[in-house]
């Protein structure tokens, strides 16, 4: 017979993976500072770096094996500052707030679809019907489309009063197709750890030549040719189920 010592759940929590979601929290809320000072870049480059340990807390976890209930839950919330709530925010103070009262109910719109579209995705998470494709577009994917576009109009010294009705379309776009049902590929069958075609490696290092020549616009026509490649996929399957 097992004594209650032995029975009861381990305590603690993984500390690895735990610091690099940490870290992404810690930068969603610097980059909302910075967008209450008006330094609108500074704060988009947060969100990437927001971004990139995002992508690695789980990576880690998997591979030292530390995945755990708590740090799931913990990655969930972190994302919905980092890719809901911060980038409504930098938006919303950039542009949207010229528009009153319809400005700040469009950033809350997108960061209730963000909230939405990571409730639908932890529903899912044992779902292994379809792991190739996302079911709408990723937060993460459309948090970069909201940053770069803000960077991008600040690095080019653009009003963003004057770009309000093109900059409220974008954030309303933007946050409907985290919720919709259209198909965006997940990249999850690649294997990093395998080999590759030397042109592969080629098209890597022009695409960090391009991203270190002008960011914020590489960075949007990467995250909206992204955008674009669910619709076109979308219309595609379409067009094919009625052949």
Do not use: C
Request: glycine share 6%.
């Amino acid at each position: 017979m097992k004594s209650k010592e032995n029975s009861q759940k381990p305590r603690g929590i993984f500390l690895l993976p735990n610091l690099f979601t940490t870290a992404a929290l810690f930068a969603a809320f610097y980059s909302i500072v910075a967008a209450m000072k008006g330094a609108f870049d500074v704060a988009a480059i947060a969100i990437f770096i927001a971004m990139v340990a995002d992508s690695l807390d789980g990576r880690i976890a998997r591979l030292t094996k530390t995945q755990s209930d708590f740090g799931a839950e913990y990655d969930s919330l972190s994302d919905m500052v980092a890719f809901g709530v911060a980038p409504a925010l930098i938006v919303y103070k950039w542009s949207l707030h010229s528009l009153g009262k319809t400005g700040w109910l469009i950033a809350f719109i997108y960061t209730a679809t963000t909230a939405l579209r990571l409730a639908r995705f932890n529903t899912k998470l044992g779902d292994t019907t379809n792991k190739r494709y996302f079911q709408g577009i990723p937060s993460p994917a459309a948090a970069a489309v909201i940053a770069s576009l803000v960077w991008m109009g600040y690095d080019n010294m653009v009003d963003g009063e004057v770009v309000r009705i093109f900059i409220a379309l974008m954030t309303l776009i933007t946050g409907g197709l985290m919720v919709s049902s259209i198909p965006y590929h997940s990249f999850k069958e690649i294997d990093l750890k395998g080999r590759v075609p030397f042109m592969v490696g080629a098209i890597v290092v022009l695409i960090y030549v391009a991203i270190s020549i002008d960011p914020p616009l590489i960075i949007f026509l990467i995250s909206f040719g992204y955008v674009l490649s669910g619709i076109v996929l979308a219309l595609w399957n379409l067009y094919q189920a009625r052949r």
